[in-house]
């Protein structure tokens, strides 16, 4: 993992691999995700770029659709 964008959050680096799922999935686009989601393509856009951490929800809603677990997805790394 680490190919996608990286959050630092205070000490807490999460990361994730969205646009890499996304183009597995059938080149999904951002708006297409953001649809089957729930949220704005905005927001999709920060949380690739890294700039943005979800919700639990979300993220829970990110990898059910993918058919992934959430740790496919998002990376948890301790400073």
Known sequence: ??????????????????????????EMTQQELADAVGCTRQTIVALEAGKY?????????????????IHDIFEYREP
């Open 1 to 26: 993992m680490g190919t996608g964008g990286w959050i630092v959050m205070g000490t807490d680096i999460i990361l994730n691999e969205i646009r890499k799922h996304r183009f597995l999935k059938d």
């Open 53 to 69: 951490t979800p919700s639990l929800g979300l993220a829970f809603r990110i990898a059910n659709l993918f058919e992934k677990s």
